[in-house]
């Protein structure tokens, strides 16, 4: 008989890693009815709200409809509804991240993860990919959903899935901060009250920034939501705000710096070792 040896890993732990997601997509599928039924429901209760309150565009004069009840030529409907599908990813993402983190420490779960073979990298990872993989499931359900109250014209479909991954990306890393940073869940309602909800509400999604002062457009260009919402309301609609180019850019140096305090709080052991 051969003696009994440490199993050898590569460069990465590949098995720790899918390990890691599968428990995570687990956990999303035991709780899909809230996971899924949550975004899907709270979305079509936005647009039908915003149906029944936004009376059908009159006539276009310049691109603008008599009463205002058009944007840059496109019925308000869809003009929203790209808007209702990046608010639907933003917020799956970090829910898919902040609360599977905290719950973990509050458990005493993530002490296990602290001794298993993963380097930080790896335990980010195992967190972080089941929340994107979470989003995009549930943003692709939310618009398939909205084609009951619009037709889209699609421009660019690649810009469209690579800027939701992006924000997927932001938001899953942004929750496993939170989850982190929180000693309990009043802590992590705190942060979704006055980070998400703000980052989300405030990000044009469900309002024209041309209308707003010039102060306040100013200011809207440093959301990077915003940036996301513009970029994937163009590669739907056609219709941009503001300068598209500077989403996946912007999203991008955002989750990688990110990810980056990320693991460097990881490998420290921030909160996560007594």
């Known amino acids: 008989m051969h003696p ?26 035991r709780f ?38 058009a944007v840059g030529g496109l019925p ?17 993402a970090f829910k898919g991240t902040a609360v599977p983190v905290l719950d973990d420490k509050l458990q005493g779960t993530v002490g296990d993860f602290l001794m298993a073979p993963l380097s930080p990298g790896e335990l980010l990872l ?6 994107v993989s979470q ?14 109250f619009v037709d889209y014209a699609p421009v660019n479909l690649a ?14 890393l942004l929750g496993a901060l939170v989850g982190l940073w929180a000693d309990k869940w ?38 990077p939501v915003f940036l996301a919402v513009n970029g994937f309301r163009f590669s739907l609609t056609g ?5 598209v180019w500077p989403a996946p850019l912007v999203l991008s140096v955002l989750f990688l710096a990110l990810g980056g305090l990320l693991w460097r709080l990881l490998a420290r052991g921030y909160k996560l070792r007594p």
Do not use: K
């Open 4 to 29: 009994l040896t440490p199993r050898r890993y590569g460069a990465v732990n590949l098995r720790g890693c899918w390990t890691l997601y599968r428990r995570g997509m687990a956990r999303f599928w």
């Open 186 to 223: 009043e802590h992590y309602g705190a942060a979704e009250t006055f980070l998400l909800m703000p980052l989300s509400f405030l990000s044009g999604s469900f309002f024209s920034v041309t209308n707003l002062s010039a102060g306040w457009r100013d200011l809207m260009a440093f959301n």
């Open 32 to 69: 899909s009815w809230h996971s899924l039924g949550g975004p899907l429901i709270s979305s079509a209760m936005f647009l039908a709200i915003f149906a029944l309150a936004a009376p059908q565009a009159g006539p276009s004069v310049d691109g603008d409809a008599v009463g205002g009840h």
């Open 126 to 131: 195992g967190y972080v990919l089941p929340a």
């Open 76 to 92: 308000v409907m869809l003009f929203l509804a790209p808007g209702v599908v990046v608010f639907s990813l933003a917020i799956s």
């Open 239 to 243: 219709y941009a705000e503001a300068a």
């Open 135 to 148: 989003a995009v499931i549930s943003a692709v359900l939310v618009a398939v959903m909205t084609l009951a």
């Open 159 to 172: 810009l469209a899935g690579g800027l939701a991954l992006c924000i997927a990306f932001f938001f899953a």
